[in-house]
């Protein structure tokens, strides 16, 4: 049965731990779920994510699963979690996302989204109601509401008509979720996504909008719609007007977000879950992430540094591996160097969010985020 309760809250900024409960296991909050797009994480076996990396929660992507390898094959396999042997939960985007980023041809209509797959160019159409029996094929334990993802930088008129359009498929989502039921016997719950770009009354009008369509299958709540062009002091403003009207007793869900500063300063403004590619994407460009800040193992300073690779690390390859050892992969264009990157990019991304849930804990979080984030942001 899903269910998420708050276990502890800072005393100086709207951090919170907690625990969530779903069929496929708990996810302990704040957590960062690595995106496992297509069906797999790159460059990690599921045995490490379980295990080395801690991840209690993977992401799947509709769009492209729908594409690829289609909802046949997924319907065969059990859905998703049979496909890809993880026995923990899974959440997926809707894909509006994607037909935002990747599309090259689409259409927005009231009725839904028409576009080209990015792969052959095929046409498609996700409406609320597919969208949801699609959802139901792909089988994750936390599903999205179809929606608009409006540019960062749109004026309010485009963004107002934006929201207008993600209303109105949340409101027929919705309804054909409540309509239907899992394909595979355990409980799926839907999360709506709050639009509304830099606008403050938008965003306010999209959580007065999803909080009286809330029900028992409302799981939680994902504010969308951030990250995609607008400054960063934007990103926070809008979560502290978001967060603040959001249930307390259940999870918020920051989408598509992102550095680990950016992480420690979601969780300071009352979020629970975040999701980004750049663990992975930016490990396979050889840029890893520390305690201490930031190395880029393509620079000539790590050719002969014999030392472990992060010994701060929580990974295994952090203390098997060295820094020198990993330069030379990335020199020499070796597979394996994204694959020890990203290895140690996801562990240090559950390291910091269990960090932060401990220091919630202790009550002294607000302190140990601001000196934190300093580190973080460092060049090394």
Not at 50 to 74: F, K, Q, S, V
Not at 255 to 270: C, D, H, K, S, Y
Not at 310 to 333: E, M, N, Q, W
Request: hydrophobic share 40%; with cysteine.
């Amino acid at each position: 049965m899903f269910k998420f309760i708050q276990t502890a809250a800072d005393p100086r900024s709207g951090a919170r731990a907690g625990v969530i409960s779903t069929d496929h296991g708990e996810i302990h909050t704040p957590i960062f779920m690595p995106v496992g797009t297509v069906g797999s994480v790159k460059g990690v076996y599921h045995r490490d994510l379980a295990g080395d990396i801690g991840a209690e929660i993977i992401l799947g992507n509709t769009y492209h699963l729908y594409l690829r390898p289609g909802l046949d094959t997924l319907r065969q396999a059990g859905g998703l979690h049979r496909f890809e042997h993880w026995d923990r939960p899974i959440l997926t985007d809707s894909g509006g996302f994607q037909v935002f980023s990747l599309a090259p041809i689409r259409k927005l209509t009231p009725d839904g989204c028409t576009f080209a797959s990015h792969i052959d160019g095929s046409r498609h159409t996700f409406t609320p109601e597919n969208n949801v029996e699609t959802q139901r094929i792909i089988g994750a334990d936390i599903v999205m509401a179809l929606d608009e993802c409006c540019p960062g930088d749109a004026d309010f008129r485009y963004a107002q008509k934006s929201l207008r359009l993600t209303q109105g498929w949340l409101e027929r989502f919705a309804r054909h979720f409540d309509e239907t039921e899992s394909l595979y016997g355990y409980q799926q719950v839907m999360f709506p996504i709050i639009q509304g770009c830099v606008y403050p009354d938008l965003r306010r009008q999209a959580v007065e909008h999803a909080l009286n369509l809330d029900n028992d299958n409302r799981g939680g709540y994902a504010v969308g719609g951030l990250a995609v062009g607008e400054p960063v002091e934007q990103m926070y403003e809008m979560l502290e007007v978001t967060c603040p009207l959001l249930p307390v007793g259940k999870p918020r869900y920051l989408m598509g977000v992102g550095t680990p500063a950016n992480i420690l300063e979601g969780i300071a403004r009352g979020i629970d879950m975040f999701d980004c590619v750049m663990p992975t994407r930016n490990g396979r460009n050889g840029m890893l992430f520390t305690w201490n800040g930031i190395m880029n193992m393509r620079n000539a300073k790590w050719t002969e540094d014999f030392g472990e690779l992060d010994p701060s690390g929580t990974s295994f390859v952090d203390h098997y591996y060295t820094r020198a050892y990993l330069h030379h992969l990335f020199i020499a264009k070796e597979m394996f160097a994204a694959m020890v990157a990203s290895e140690h990019n996801l562990a240090f991304y559950l390291d910091l969010v269990r960090t932060a849930r401990r220091h919630i804990e202790a009550g002294d979080f607000a302190d140990w985020k601001d000196i934190t984030v300093k580190k973080l942001t460092q060049r090394l």
